[in-house]
């Protein structure tokens, strides 16, 4: 019978609810800050747009979502330190606006405060360690901002640290790099490993004295793109004590989806970039942001999900699993996987799955909020 009404499923749905009542639900990255600064979207309503709203944050239970304050590789020096501030800015006037629905949180102090309150708390993050410029004081004055965590890259090489979609140029981190990785422990800023070749995940790993994160990237061994982690990388990361977001993007999941994603990664031509600055720069974003709204069709599942999930799992341990959907910032979610609203049925089908309820609570927020309390404090 059970079969038959579903009823089986509503019972796993029930016990994921009540169960994101006692769990602050964590998304290690989510790119909705542009969707803020570039459309200028107001996310306490419903939007039927994109991915993320503060109605289907609370309805997916993710009540500490990270913001990641994104600004295109071909946003260079002192441009990509405007446009981070321009984000930051974007992002201050949103919350401000809706001080009963939203607040920012610099802490895991923060976030257990701001959660039990009932309102979304906020983790800013920038993506791209080219938003520092080369300098240490910008790297420090964003942390002055409540900016929690930076990833080293995005999808090109920085003059001091290796990218996994770049040809490699300084064979990891360089001298610099690994100074900014210092840095940013002394500072208590994560380091954010997504997104870097494996040479510059081993140096970080080798370099940091503090728990990182991978914020959105999943397992190589059932998808095979340069951004996923090998198992070595997964078990290096269990030693590290650090956690990986799973990532929810077309190609992350599926190894059909990974085909058709390296055919179009390997496509683009980053000779093609723009060479401009100030309002045009802005402009050409902006288009950009528009292109990008188009539904991709993938062949990935909410199953697909649940089995890099399960081995990560296996391989890094229960302690080093979490969520980081890239929601905003992806084009074909899964299929029961549609927008954040959907996380809940994410933790209904891992408790299907056989997941005790202590495992669901440490992937979907336990856990990264443990290297937060570690890496930022309290
Ligand atoms: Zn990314």
């Given at each position: 019978?059970?079969?038959?009404?579903g009823?089986?499923?509503?019972?796993?749905?029930?016990?994921?609810?009540?169960?994101?009542?006692?769990?602050?639900?964590?998304?290690?990255?989510?790119?909705?800050?542009?969707?803020?600064?570039?459309?200028?979207?107001?996310?306490?309503?419903?939007?039927?747009?994109?991915?993320?709203?503060?109605?289907?944050?609370?309805?997916?239970?993710?009540?500490?979502?990270?913001?990641?304050?994104?600004?295109?590789?071909?946003?260079?020096?002192?441009?990509?330190v405007?446009?981070?501030?321009?984000?930051?800015?974007?992002?201050?006037?949103?919350?401000?606006?809706?001080?009963?629905?939203?607040?920012?949180?610099?802490?895991?102090?923060?976030?257990?405060?701001?959660?039990?309150?009932?309102?979304?708390?906020?983790?800013?993050?920038?993506?791209?360690?080219?938003?520092?410029?080369d300098?240490?004081?910008?790297?420090?004055?964003?942390?002055?901002?409540?900016?929690?965590?930076?990833?080293?890259?995005?999808?090109?090489?920085?003059?001091?640290?290796?990218?996994?979609?770049?040809?490699?140029?300084?064979?990891?981190?360089?001298?610099?790099g690994?100074?900014?990785?210092?840095?940013?422990?002394?500072?208590?800023?994560?380091?954010?490993?997504?997104?870097?070749?494996?040479?510059?995940?081993?140096?970080?790993?080798?370099?940091?004295?503090?728990?990182?994160?991978?914020?959105?990237?999943?397992?190589?061994?059932?998808?095979?793109?340069?951004?996923?982690?090998?198992?070595?990388?997964?078990r290096?990361?269990?030693?590290?004590?650090?956690?990986?977001?799973?990532?929810?993007?077309?190609?992350?999941?599926?190894?059909?989806?990974?085909?058709?994603?390296?055919?179009?990664?390997?496509?683009?031509?980053?000779?093609?970039?723009?060479?401009?600055?100030?309002?045009?720069?802005d402009?050409?974003?902006?288009?950009?942001?528009?292109?990008?709204?188009?539904?991709?069709?993938v062949?990935?599942t909410?199953?697909?999900?649940?089995?890099?999930?399960?081995?990560?799992?296996?391989?890094?341990?229960?302690?080093?699993?979490?969520?980081?959907?890239?929601?905003?910032?992806?084009?074909?979610?899964?299929?029961?996987?549609?927008?954040?609203?959907?996380?809940?049925?994410?933790?209904?089908?891992?408790?299907?799955?056989?997941y005790?309820?202590?495992?669901?609570?440490?992937i979907?927020?336990?856990?990264?909020?443990?290297?937060?309390?570690?890496?930022?404090?309290?």
């Amino acid at each position: 019978m059970a079969a038959v009404c579903g009823c089986a499923q509503d019972t796993y749905l029930e016990r994921a609810r009540r169960l994101a009542s006692e769990y602050i639900g964590i998304d290690s990255h989510i790119d909705t800050a542009q969707r803020v600064l570039i459309a200028g979207e107001d996310l306490t309503q419903r939007t039927g747009r994109g991915h993320v709203d503060l109605p289907r944050l609370r309805e997916g239970g993710v009540r500490a979502p990270f913001f990641a304050l994104w600004v295109p590789t071909y946003y260079k020096g002192a441009e990509a330190v405007r446009r981070t501030l321009d984000l930051r800015e974007a992002m201050q006037r949103f919350v401000e606006a809706h001080p009963d629905q939203i607040e920012f949180a610099a802490s895991a102090a923060d976030i257990e405060r701001v959660a039990r309150a009932g309102r979304i708390a906020a983790f800013l993050t920038i993506e791209g360690g080219h938003q520092i410029d080369d300098d240490l004081a910008v790297l420090r004055q964003y942390r002055r901002m409540g900016i929690m965590a930076m990833t080293l890259t995005h999808f090109r090489n920085t003059d001091w640290a290796d990218s996994s979609t770049d040809k490699p140029e300084h064979d990891g981190l360089t001298d610099f790099g690994k100074e900014v990785v210092r840095e940013m422990n002394r500072i208590g800023m994560i380091v954010d490993v997504s997104h870097v070749s494996d040479k510059t995940f081993q140096d970080a790993l080798a370099v940091s004295s503090k728990p990182v994160i991978v914020s959105h990237s999943s397992c190589r061994a059932l998808s095979n793109v340069p951004r996923n982690m090998t198992d070595d990388m997964l078990r290096a990361l269990a030693k590290n004590g650090g956690v990986v977001g799973i990532n929810f993007g077309e190609g992350f999941l599926n190894q059909q989806d990974a085909d058709a994603l390296m055919k179009a990664v390997n496509s683009i031509s980053f000779s093609k970039m723009p060479d401009l600055t100030g309002k045009a720069l802005d402009d050409y974003a902006a288009e950009e942001f528009r292109r990008d709204t188009t539904a991709v069709q993938v062949h990935a599942t909410i199953d697909d999900a649940v089995a890099h999930i399960d081995h990560a799992v296996k391989v890094a341990g229960i302690d080093h699993v979490g969520i980081g959907s890239d929601f905003d910032g992806i084009s074909g979610p899964p299929k029961g996987l549609e927008d954040i609203s959907r996380e809940v049925q994410l933790a209904a089908a891992l408790l299907k799955k056989g997941y005790s309820d202590g495992d669901v609570k440490k992937i979907m927020g336990g856990n990264t909020l443990r290297v937060i309390r570690e890496v930022v404090g309290k």
